[in-house]
């Protein structure tokens, strides 16, 4: 149960609010915004998910820089809400296509009109795109930016000069294509979360892959889909939760912990061939989530070095080593790396030849920062900083210092080796031959080293 509704640009407008209950005070997203933006408590940089300011709880998940939140007075599952907050996200775009502050107030009347729907006096009604359609009359306004202008093998994760995440698919499920034809087409993401720790000397400590195969179908009809996985997929290595397939287990390439399924896949077929069995609902969901900490190879490896350079000096070296293949390119990647809290100065020095690079130290909370627009499989990088600290005493630099964290985006890339062999769909005719787009995209989710 949840008393307001509100959705907030990055500079704290408030472009949609909803207030089911009357409970909360009208000013709470104002009061929630300046909590967000001067969050100086616990030590922390960033407000957590939830936080309680006045008896008022607040929940929120920023979702391509939109802020979504909900309040509320009573003790709900906090779970429960930052899930509600995400589907509402997910069916929004569904709708109206690309998820941006221009199309929801262009389409701010079906907004209103899915929130409505979505949420009755604080209750959760329903999350599904597909039975929405049933009660939601407004046509989505598209944004003609969020047509894409070609799709091919090399286009599928751009939009005009920007990279884009697998999931981008910036088309609504509901509008027709210009002339009122609709392009028959249905794309498949293989979206990775990598978690790995490296020690000092570059061993790796721990290593996890949070998996999942997303759908998004512009198919008319629901036509029935085959989705066939490797045959050497062995499931049930770990047990845990999920839908567990202990027999199933073997000497397979590919060893899942545990997955599990969305309610419309079949799995008559799966223990014989590795093939799902489904009719597609209308929106974006999840096929099958997975989890494996079997071991892999991560994509980069990383060495950080710190060692003392005289009275109040030292000097740091981080190296990183693109281990995936020359012909996939990681995009958006950043690291960081918190140093000693007396440290006053930092000076960089790149490799020769360094383009699209860039350094920068953070003094108010002590920390480097290095980024690179790109980096291609095979290549090694190495920054060199030399840090200056105040003449107070001061303990271990090393263990004050550390651990490097990474972000990062590889399109076209999957640790896990988990492969989509095809993708059959039911053909109502010979002349029906719908696009299929099946693309991979690894994340960082947790990527440390230790000092």
């Given amino acids: 149960m949840i008393s307001q509704f509100f959705l907030l640009s990055q500079r704290g407008d408030n472009i949609v609010f909803r207030d089911y209950r009357g409970e909360v005070p009208k000013g709470s997203a104002e009061i929630f915004f300046r909590k967000v933006k001067f969050w100086k408590e616990d030590g922390q940089e960033e407000a957590p998910p939830?936080?309680?300011?006045?008896?008022?709880?607040?929940?929120?998940?920023?979702?391509?820089?939109?802020?979504?939140?909900?309040?509320?007075?009573?003790?709900v599952s906090p779970s429960l809400?930052?899930?509600?907050?995400?589907?509402?996200?997910?069916?929004?775009?569904?709708y109206v296509g690309v998820l941006n502050e221009d199309s929801i107030r262009k389409n701010f009347v079906l907004v209103y009109e899915l929130l409505d729907e979505v949420i009755d006096f604080g209750f959760v009604q329903t999350t599904s795109t597909e039975l929405l359609k049933s009660y939601i009359f407004n046509e989505p306004i598209v944004l003609e930016s969020a047509r894409l202008s070609s799709i091919g093998p090399t286009g599928l994760f751009m939009q005009g000069t920007k990279r884009m995440p697998g999931t981008a698919v910036t088309k609504s499920v509901v509008a027709n294509e210009p002339g009122g034809r609709k392009r028959e087409e249905i794309f498949v993401d293989i979206i990775e979360k990598i978690s790995v720790t490296f020690s000092s000397s570059g061993y790796i400590l721990?290593?996890?892959?949070?998996?999942?195969?997303?759908?998004?179908?512009?198919?008319?009809?629901?036509?029935?889909?085959?989705?066939?996985?490797?045959?050497?997929?062995?499931?049930?290595?770990?047990?845990?939760s999920g839908y567990d397939y202990r027999s199933s287990f073997g000497s397979g390439a590919v060893v899942l912990d545990d997955c599990n399924f969305h309610e419309s896949v079949r799995l008559d077929n799966f223990e014989v061939d590795k093939t799902l069995t489904l009719v597609p609902p209308d929106g974006e969901f999840p096929v099958m989530n997975y989890r494996m900490t079997q071991e892999f190879k991560p994509p980069f490896r990383i060495n950080a070095l710190i060692e003392e350079a005289g009275a109040h000096k030292a000097e740091v070296i981080l190296k990183i080593y693109a281990e995936f293949p020359s012909n996939i390119t990681s995009n958006t990647v950043a690291i960081q790396m918190p140093l000693p809290k007396y440290t006053i100065r930092a000076s960089f020095e790149l490799e020769p030849g360094a383009v699209g690079q860039t350094t920068d130290f953070k003094d108010t909370n002590k920390r480097l920062e290095w980024g690179l627009k790109k980096i291609v499989g095979g290549s090694e990088h190495t920054l060199r900083a030399r840090l200056t600290f105040s003449p107070e005493v001061h303990g271990n630099i090393t263990k004050e210092s550390g651990p490097v964290s990474m972000t990062f985006t590889i399109p076209m890339y999957n640790s896990s080796r988990l492969q989509v062999k095809y993708l059959q769909i039911a053909k109502k005719s010979g002349t029906y031959n719908p696009y299929r787009w099946v693309r991979y995209v690894t994340l960082a989710n947790s990527y440390v080293a230790r000092i």
């Avoid at 709880?57 to 509320?72: I, P």
């Avoid at 907050?85 to 997910?90: M, N, T």
């Fill in 50 to 75: 939830v936080f309680n300011v006045d008896g008022v709880n607040y929940f929120h998940v920023k979702v391509v820089g939109l802020l979504f939140v909900a309040t509320t007075r009573a003790n």
């Fill in 206 to 240: 721990t290593s996890e892959i949070d998996g999942t195969i997303q759908m998004k179908s512009y198919l008319s009809g629901n036509p029935e889909i085959r989705l066939a996985l490797n045959e050497d997929l062995g499931i049930g290595r770990g047990g845990g």
């Fill in 81 to 94: 809400v930052l899930e509600l907050l995400q589907r509402i996200a997910r069916v929004i775009k569904d």
